[in-house]
């Protein structure tokens, strides 16, 4: 920052202390109405609860037994196929407008910090995108609660009872995410300047923390549906709302979906990004969305690196809460499911690291490294391949007839967990390597350690790997059952070190680094944006299809072993029944997703109609 | 538009990738269909015919391979359990109740965590609490003489003689449970073989009945609503009617009716507003 007198500095530490105690108190002011509304819940539930037996009634009734003849039907439409598109839909664009302000509030407080106003710009761009997937967001949740209301009554019936309060809640935060998300958005750019840009930060800050605890309360109800809490056996509701929330899955789900979401989030605006950059006609144009285009797939993948950790311990606490579930969501039928995730995961870190490697052209300092890209691809699909081989398949009798038998054929050994952690952990750590030649591609370092430097780095690398693959090998193959798994902390702790530590010494290696070659923003072939398609489409589908798992683990209950699930559809659909809808969801949601670009595009156009208006 | 049309085209084979590998590559299984009680007639049953239920309850129903496999490693096998009782009987942490291998089965489905094998407890546990679930409880939801039966079949696994009995009125129990439970039947078509079925008229004066055990419903509409009687009906604990005795009514109407029953019938007695007893 270039502040030339002492008295402007002076103004401007005022400033930075004013806004800061201001966000420390709004943050502060969010959590306690939060709080306070969680613990007033039960409290008012007990009241009511109490007023009601003063009446000499209680309050909460238990699910009610269904047969097949209390789903009504329209035609032969199938309501699962319906409820679950409207689910599906909600959740995307829900997942997508939560994840844009998260990350527009970071690239606005990077603008405020180096005053480089293409942030600013960008930031509002994105949101832009995000408001029209708002109203959006609002309709198809509208859609899932009509045809939630329509087709299972009783199961809407049976969670209000449980949800009342909560769902109150949610609507009251709805209409604030969406007073906040107006003005943020509206008053972008009145609030500019000094103070008032502070006073738009903050809003943002506000616009993140509704939107999360707006997440936080739709997530307890899916949850309660996996790993019911608050109520006893028979499904009687005990009043105590917090319970029932705080339910076990709450917080696993929780956190994966908020990395996820951001994951997501980025590669739309990605997929956003490569669509305009396409369609570009000046060299402005193509630089501004070119640089876009690089930051979005930054933030996709930034979000990407700590999902697969988020997802092992979503799964540790699925086992927790039940062996039963934990099986037959890792094991039988769903075992397939995460080949298939696999694929999609392999594909999403392919095309992160192949847009990186064909953004190197942007510097000609960067043929000094594509010698190592081979290597760098070579690696990650080998990685690859190792996750994506079957794991062990736990199955019961009549599937292990079906298949011949409880192995896969190919490839056992490489089919079990160490191997699978140690490849997810080298694919993370080569794509951390992809990322510092990319950041190198356009420097040359000038301190005087240089060779040093760079020979710590190596080493860093090097015995990083191999304790990657010393930890996986030895758990894996030369420990008995009980110790197979204990590899995986330590592995994705060498993970973050290698991570942490590479960044840190590379800042130091390139302080005061010499430019080699400009960065020429533009300067990427066309195939580099058709990756961040590739991106943004194995993302959606990805989601789509553990939308899918989620539900198919609670098998054929609403709510696991406290509601019954009799209609037609208990049955848990095949996966190729299930790849087909999500492909259908996906489908609508990229149409849905062009006409919400198309949109924003046409708001800033104006056409003119000369002698169309009178003459004033 | 060429543009537009060139990302569209990407994006759909894309997809279609995905939803060709999840069709074809991957094998297409269909997940098990949810369990069905079956209709038992014990009364007529071999001892053979006996063991075989319990033998589809184990691979069915009971969902007892998904961990008591050898791949998995995450329980014992059972078809060495018979073998293990006498040791398992005389381990020094064995602090249950059973005494013989029917009463260890027995116990050991009931109350898994009453006697854990070593190593298999839940994470963090030291062996004290079973991953394994009550197989009476709803998640797997197993009857009494399902539970027997598969006893039967674990002690003819293991090569010793079957010390249960086919249960003596078992064969009735078990019909009676099959009609109450509401899942083998249709629901009923109208209020007067509802409230026949459920022999509210033993109790209460309704429909015509004269019980005289509980309150005089044929007025019940005019002071109580919907969501009353609806309680009444799931949980009579709830309120207890002035001048009668609590724990008299039956409080498991939820789980033998249908939810179609139940809103008829709460309508049908909401309407009753005094007079004649029919509406
Ligand atoms: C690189 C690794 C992973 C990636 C990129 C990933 C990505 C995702 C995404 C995008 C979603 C949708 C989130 C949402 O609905 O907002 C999701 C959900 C889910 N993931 Fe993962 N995941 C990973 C690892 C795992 C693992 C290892 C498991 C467990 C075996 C897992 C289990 C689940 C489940 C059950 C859901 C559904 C929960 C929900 O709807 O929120 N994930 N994952």
Known sequence: ?616 | MRNLAKTVFFSLLVILAFAGFANFVVPQLQPAAPPEDEVLDLSAMTMDQFVALGGRVVEGKGTCMLCHNEVGGRAPPLSETVAQIPVRLADARYEGSATDSASYLYESMLEPSAFVVAGFGKAGSGDTESPMPNVSGSSIGMSEAEILAVIAYLQDLGGEDISVEIPEDAGAAAEDEEEEDGEGREPFETVEEIIDEFTCGACHMVAGEEGDLGPNLNAIGGSRAHDYLRRAILDPNADIAEGFEADLMPDDYGEQMFASELEMLIDFLAGLQGEGSEP
């Open chain 1, 1 to 616: 920052m270039r502040i030339s007198s002492r008295s402007a500095r002076k103004r401007r530490n005022v400033i930075v202390a004013v806004g800061a105690f201001m966000m420390l108190a709004l943050l502060l002011l969010a959590v306690a109405a939060n709080l306070t509304g969680l613990e007033i819940s039960p409290a008012f539930a007990e009241e009511t609860a109490a007023a009601a037996s003063a009446e000499g009634e209680s309050a909460y009734a238990p699910p009610p037994r269904l047969s097949a003849e209390d789903y009504p039907r329209v035609g032969n439409i199938s309501s699962r196929a319906i409820v679950w598109l409207a689910a599906q839909l909600h959740l995307w664009f829900a997942a997508f407008v939560l994840a844009v302000p998260i990350f527009v509030f970071i690239i606005e407080a990077i603008g405020m910090y180096t005053r480089d106003e293409r942030y600013d710009k960008m930031a509002y761009e994105f949101i832009k995108v995000s408001i029209t997937a708002y109203s959006l967001t609002a309709i198809l949740g509208g859609l899932l609660l009509f045809s939630l209301i329509l087709f299972y009554p009783d199961l809407w019936g049976y969670l209000t009872t449980v949800f009342k309060d909560t769902m109150f809640y949610y609507a009251l935060l709805f209409f604030a995410e969406s007073a906040i998300l107006y003005i943020y958005y509206y008053g972008w750019n009145w609030l500019q300047g000094d103070f008032r840009k502070w006073l738009h930060l903050t809003l943002g800050l506000m616009l993140n923390a509704v939107g999360t605890v707006l997440m936080f309360l739709a997530n307890s109800w899916i949850t309660f549906m996996m790993s019911p809490a608050g109520v006893d056996a028979a499904g009687v509701f005990s009043g105590d709302a917090w319970a029932a929330m705080h339910n076990h899955l709450w917080n696993p789900i929780n956190i994966h979906r908020v990395v996820a979401n951001v994951a997501f989030g980025g590669s739309i605006v990605g997929a956003y990004a490569a669509f305009k950059f396409l369609n570009a006609t000046t060299p402005e144009e193509k630089a501004h969305y070119d640089w876009m285009g690089y930051n979005a797939n930054f933030i996709a993948i930034s979000a990407l690196l700590p999902l697969p950790f988020a997802g092992y311990y979503l799964t540790a606490e699925i086992y927790a809460y039940s062996q039963q579930m934990g099986i037959t969501l890792m094991g039988g039928v769903f075992a397939w499911l995460f080949i298939i995730q696999a694929v999609l995961i392999g594909s999403l870190f392919l095309s992160a690291n192949y847009y990186l490697w064909c953004g190197m052209g942007r510097s000609d300092g960067a043929e000094r490294y594509n010698k190592y890209v081979k290597w760098l691809a070579l690696g990650i699909v080998g990685a690859f391949l190792v996750w994506f081989t079957p794991h062990t398949l736990v199955l019961t009798n009549a599937e292990l007839k079906a298949l011949g038998g409880p192995y896969h054929k190919i490839l056992g050994p490489l089919g079990i967990m160490p191997a699978k952690n140690t490849a997810v952990n080298v694919m993370i750590v080569l794509t951390s390597l992809s990322f510092m030649y990319y950041r190198r591609s356009n420097k040359i370092a000038t301190v005087s350690w240089v060779a040093i430097g760079n020979a710590a780095q190596i080493a860093l690398f090097t015995a990083g790997l191999f304790n990657i693959f010393f930890l996986g090998i030895y758990h894996g193959y030369f420990t008995n059952t009980v110790y197979k798994v204990a590899a995986s902390i330590p592995q994705v702790m060498t993970t973050l070190i290698i991570i942490v530590a590479s960044m840190v010494l590379d800042r130091f290696i390139y302080r005061g680094a010499k430019e080699v070659a400009p960065l020429r923003w533009g300067r990427v072939p066309a195939r580099a944006q058709y990756a961040l398609f590739l991106l943004a489409v194995a993302f959606t589908w990805l989601m789509g299809l553990m939308g899918y798992i989620r539900s198919g683990i609670r098998q054929h209950w609403h709510v696991k072993d406290i509601m019954r699930d009799a209609s037609v559809d208990a049955q848990t659909p095949t996966m190729g029944y299930a790849a087909n809808m999500v492909s259908l969801g996906v489908i609508i949601f990229f149409v849905m997703v062009i006409f919400v670009f198309w949109l924003s595009q046409v708001s800033g156009k104006k056409s003119l109609a000369p002698g169309y208006w009178k003459a004033g």
